[in-house]
């Protein structure tokens, strides 16, 4: 893998860099992605480099990169113009999937883009996932390098693969074909796998008790992994129905409860576990948090503080619990990935960075 990080700065001096980075951000209330892409932008400028961004935004292709662009305070180009590059260090061209091109990996899409510069800069691991133009292809035509995000990303995220033990992996959330080759991969790697969220609702049916209207992934097909000694099953949850909220042990959920947390009460007893763990990998909210049930994650994020272990969250909507919580700080590492973490977890590797020049360091 070629680093940013590790390239003679003299040697960008005066070049041309296309940056791929994921300015993809829910709002302007929201721009940690934002914060996350300054390093690299900072690092390229400092060297003396032209900078010509790249994003997406949006999922509707016509959105445009304005607004983002206007609170970078970047000039938005609709076409590439080199003279507007003269005249500025940096530059960001609009939404890279109002070309069709993008999402088809359309190769002279990419050729084009990457004919505008010298270098190519991969800092979107939350994109890397994707076989798109600007995250495979750019890169058959250019030197290419994994930027400081994407670095750190690497770096935290592959310590996963031989954890210091015990380590411990956390599952909650709600995407069940996304989790499942996690829990395989990891189940030979790690001390133990704790489910939580919807996942978990899962497990309880296969292990026979009644979930009533839980939120149940009726296509996930987990009969090799229930029942695995090293899986963790809380058995203490928080029950809607039609008389309110009530607290329940999972063998008293009847037809007209509806799970939507995991209780405190029963992680408690994992404590010993959590304050010996070494490594803490934690992906998924343990329940339905935009509704306010949130106990399940704030244990979790206290167990995990009990221990002194590296700990790593990730996942889009456990990072915007873990932000909503105002709880940050106590991590040693917030994935900016959603899908593409649980890719590169279950796979090693991901079509992105495999598109970066491979050369052995
Ligand atoms: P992430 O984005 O962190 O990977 P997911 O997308 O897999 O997480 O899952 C997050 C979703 O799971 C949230 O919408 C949350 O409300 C939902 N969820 C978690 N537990 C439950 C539950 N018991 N019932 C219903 N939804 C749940
Ligand atoms: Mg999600």
Do not use: C
Request: glycine fraction near 8%; charged fraction near 25%.
């Amino acid at each position: 893998m070629n680093y940013l990080s590790h390239i003679e700065t003299e040697l960008l001096a005066g070049k041309k860099v296309l940056v791929r980075l994921d300015l993809n951000v829910p709002s302007l209330d929201d721009t940690d992605r934002i914060t996350k892409s300054l390093p690299t932008i900072n690092f390229l400028k400092d060297a003396g480099a032209k900078v010509i961004i790249i994003s997406h935004i949006g999922r509707d292709p016509k959105e445009s990169l304005a607004e983002v662009a206007k609170f970078m305070d970047i000039p938005l180009v609709k076409e590439f113009d080199p003279a507007i590059l003269e005249s500025h260090q940096v530059i960001m061209l609009e939404n890279l999937r109002q070309n069709p091109g993008e999402e088809s990996n359309d190769e002279s899409f990419a050729k084009t883009l990457a004919s505008y510069a010298d270098i190519y800069v991969n800092d979107a691991f939350a994109v890397s996932h994707r076989a798109h133009a600007s995250v495979v292809s750019i890169p058959k035509f250019l030197p290419s390098y994994a930027g400081l995000q994407l670095e750190q990303e690497i770096k935290h995220l592959s310590q996963a693969f031989h954890p210091e033990s015990p380590s411990i992996l956390v599952l909650g959330g709600a995407k069940f074909e996304t989790k499942l080759p996690v829990i395989e991969k990891f189940l030979p790697i790690v001390d133990h796998i704790l489910i939580g969220g919807a996942l978990v609702n899962n497990f309880y049916k296969e292990m026979g008790y009644e979930v009533g209207s839980s939120l149940i992934d009726e296509s996930a097909n987990i009969t090799n992994v229930v029942g695995n000694p090293k899986i963790i099953i809380p058995h203490m949850v928080l029950v809607e129905n039609e008389r309110g909220r009530e607290e329940k042990s999972i063998d008293a959920v009847e037809l007209g409860d509806k799970i939507v947390d995991v209780l405190a009460s029963g992680l408690e007893q994992y404590a010993n576990e959590f304050k010996a763990a070494r490594f803490i990998l934690w992906n998924g909210p343990m329940g339905n948090y935009e509704n306010g049930f949130t106990e399940g994650s704030k244990k979790i994020v206290d167990l995990i503080m009990t221990s002194d272990s590296t700990s790593i969250v990730g996942g889009g909507d456990s990072v915007a619990l873990i932000e909503e919580l105002n709880l940050q700080d106590k991590f040693t590492f917030l994935s900016t990935g959603g899908g593409a973490m649980l890719e590169y977890l279950a796979n090693g590797t991901l079509p992105g960075i495999e598109a970066l020049n491979t050369i052995e360091e």
